[in-house]
């Protein structure tokens, strides 16, 4: 029994491990990115897709990755040098207020850190301000909670003994961005006086 349960918990944790190295290609792919290039990774947490962006861009290519969390800044930083990518520069940095000049990125990733931000629509509204014309802003958010089990059994059998309020909707979190249409609206330009006012006739 012992046994079958650990052949299980390792098959588990394969599947996980595939999961996340496609997502994070996925991620690179979508954002384009091509050797030469000079990427953003905002909120890097523990260096994905970063690294990866890194290995992608090189040899003439670089990466800039933040973080607003100085611990994950450095376990990024720790990583790009046991992988000896000398093109990766981390950086403790808001996302809401990001220390570039306009135009400064060939591209950008987000990889579940967008919706941990008081203010992602402002944050979205950094990254392209900082994206060259053209350039494309490539991310991943939770979906809604009925499609991550993982992530709500345990608060689930929690509730059960411990009453719990339900969660601010508008609050940062996992699901912050997980409402249909949500995402496209935070990361939606502002429209122009023209596109409003035909929108409203």
Known sequence: ??????????????????????????????????????????????????????????????VIATDLSPQMADVTRRKAQRLGLDNLDVREMDAQALAFNDASFDTATCRFGLMFCPDPVRAASE?????????????????????NPFLTSLAAVVSQ???????DPTAPGVF?????????????????PRSRSSRGR
């Open 1 to 62: 029994m012992e046994r079958g349960r650990a052949r299980l918990g390792a098959l588990e944790r394969v599947v996980r491990q595939k999961q996340h190295t496609d997502l994070v290609n996925w991620i690179c792919d979508a954002a384009g990115m091509r050797p030469g290039h000079v990427v953003l990774d905002v909120a890097c947490g523990a260096g994905q897709p970063s690294t990866t962006a890194a290995q992608r861009v090189r040899p003439d290519g670089r």
């Open 127 to 147: 990254v392209r301000r900082v994206l060259r014309p053209g350039a494309r802003f490539a991310l991943a958010v939770w979906d809604v909670p009925e499609k």
């Open 161 to 167: 003994f411990v009453p719990m309020p339900p969660p």
């Open 176 to 192: 912050r961005l997980a409402p249909p249409g949500e995402l496209e609206r935070c990361c939606a330009p502002p429209a122009s």
